[in-house]
């Protein structure tokens, strides 16, 4: 919400909004009352006086793989922004003294890599401190300004590559039931349908996104007398553990067993072999969040508040025809 939006709702000039948000002269009773009363109903607040040209990056935690991909991308933008780049880890429990560090800073504007729960928001929003979610794990109110990736384009994609190569048993471990684990997953079935391929519920697995999840789910996948020739997952953590339950199966990827993960970490490159996965553009990401949350901290006008970052598909050596039997 924007001066200019509030004199537009009211009819009147932005100086006349500003002469009321500040107590001065030179208003009529009936336009300062119609002001306050759209003040009151958008719930503008004035931004704190001297805040600092400083872009507060928050992690939940700090031990993801892409963490510098997304820093490396806010610092792209912040720098061009003359804006400084602060990086904090508030961890996934109690986090109330810690946002009052953050508001205490007075950042221009805070870039959130995982969720802001409600009370967090509203304690930046309190102190009129912009914010902007990167990537969301959750289901987020309208008015949350985020930066996400086509997660469900992704999964399609994905799939759409190994029906392609002539697989049609393709299992799928994926994540938790957040948004974008549904989004993956919803593509993965859209690809099955429009392919004509029944979507078998055995060959679906949810598990945690992490390497010894998907090992355990690969694991149990293919050992079954009617394995999976190809394995998608909703990460590329989970692809290494499918990796690792292969190797103590003896089967070899991919003459025996094709995979492809998701978000393209830089270590996925290196493996034997190579990872086909789908490619979240993270740096690319965190730069639209981080324009996004400097023309919010700046009171400017923005188009949209959330936006969705295009994935592609990254084919290496991971993933080629089922083998003949």
């Not at 400083?54 to 792209?76: D, K, P, T």
């Not at 902007?132 to 987020?140: A, T």
């Not at 679906?204 to 079954?224: F, I, N, Y």
């Not at 009171?299 to 039997?325: F, H, N, Y």
Request: hydrophobic residues 40%.
């Amino acid at each position: 919400m924007t001066i200019a939006y509030i004199a537009e709702s009211a009819g009147v000039s932005v100086p006349t909004v500003s002469k009321v948000l500040n107590g001065r002269s030179g208003v009529s009773d009936e336009t300062r009352a119609r002001v306050e009363q759209l003040i009151h109903q958008y719930g503008y607040r004035k931004p704190p006086k001297n805040r600092a040209n400083l872009v507060e990056l928050v992690f939940r935690e700090l031990e993801s793989m892409w963490a510098v991909e997304i820093i490396r991308g806010v610092e792209r933008v912040a720098r061009r922004n003359r804006a400084g780049v602060l990086v904090s880890e508030f961890g996934l429990h109690d986090t109330s003294a810690l946002i009052d560090d953050t508001v205490g800073r007075r950042p221009q504007c805070v870039l959130s890599v995982a969720q802001l729960s409600e009370a967090e928001r509203e304690r930046l929003r309190a102190k009129g401190i912009p914010f902007v979610v990167f990537d969301p794990i959750d289901e987020l109110p309208d008015d949350v300004p985020f930066v996400g990736a086509t997660n469900w384009r992704g999964g399609q994609a994905a799939t759409r590559h190994l029906l392609d190569l002539g697989h049609r048993r393709i299992a799928m471990i994926s994540g938790p039931d957040h948004p974008f684990c549904r989004a993956r997953l919803s593509g993965y079935l859209s690809a099955l349908a429009e392919s004509g391929v029944p979507a078998e519920p055995c060959l679906v697995v949810k598990t945690l996104l992490t390497r010894e999840d998907g090992c355990a789910a690969a694991r149990e996948l293919l050992s079954r007398p009617d394995r999976p020739t190809a394995v998608f997952t909703a990460n590329d953590m989970q692809a290494l553990g499918v990796y690792q339950a292969a190797r103590e199966l003896g089967l070899r990827i991919p003459h025996d067993l094709s995979v492809v993960g998701f978000d393209d970490v830089p270590v996925v490159a290196w493996v034997d072999p190579p990872l086909t996965t789908v490619h979240q553009p993270l740096a690319e990401m965190a730069a639209a969040a981080t324009e996004l949350a400097l023309a919010l901290g700046r009171g400017e006008d923005v188009p949209q508040v959330g936006l969705e970052i295009a994935t592609t598909l990254t084919v290496r050596e991971s993933t080629a025809p089922p083998k003949e039997e």
